[in-house]
């Protein structure tokens, strides 16, 4: 894998951490994907076992967010 990727990629505790969300919140995302009114969570990369999400994607999301 490409260093410069590998860089910008976290892992779903980081993931979780950075976004001020637990762990358990981007597993139930993964698993089960929008449910309800529920906004759906950020993109994620799936590297044979190893879940991954970009940071571009993550500050993407929470953009999205952000409500006024």
Do not use: H, V
Request: aromatic share 8%; hydrophobic share 30%.
């Amino acid at each position: 894998m490409d260093l410069k990727l590998i860089k910008r990629c976290l892992n779903e505790r980081e993931a979780a951490k950075y976004i001020g969300m637990s762990p358990s919140f981007l597993r139930k995302d993964r698993a089960e994907g929008k449910i309800g009114n529920r906004a759906p969570g950020p993109k994620f990369l799936r590297i044979g076992r190893t879940i991954r999400y970009l940071k571009e994607d993550l500050d993407k999301w929470l953009e999205e967010q952000y409500q006024e």
